[in-house]
């Protein structure tokens, strides 16, 4: 099984990236995953259910320790094609 997750940190700080948010790019930048794209106000990365779910731990422990009051992150289910599971497809609509 595939996993995305989006994943943003707060509070927002719009001159420079606070520790947290920091923190939390790093985790997913350095975990063994197979997409990461990182911005300034989301973030999101792909990979097999077992790395995500490992990033997502390690995210919320030391993201948290870094001084973040809010995590709010979705996890979804993708197909090896990248598409959600759960999504629509052209006929469906």
Not at 35 to 54: C, H, I, K, M, S
Not at 58 to 80: F, P, W, Y
Request: net charge negative; hydrophobic share 45%.
């Amino acid at each position: 099984m595939r996993l995305r997750v989006e994943f943003t940190t707060e509070p927002f700080d719009l001159d420079e990236a606070p520790a947290h948010a920091v923190v939390a790019r790093e985790v997913v930048q350095g975990a063994d995953l197979d997409a990461v794209d990182v911005g300034p106000f989301g973030n999101t990365a792909e990979g097999g259910a077992e790395e995500v779910l490992a990033a997502v731990g390690k995210l919320l422990r030391e993201s948290l320790a870094a001084g973040a009051t809010r995590v709010s992150l979705q996890v979804n289910v993708v197909d090896a094609a990248g598409a959600d599971e759960g999504a629509a497809g052209e006929g469906d609509r």
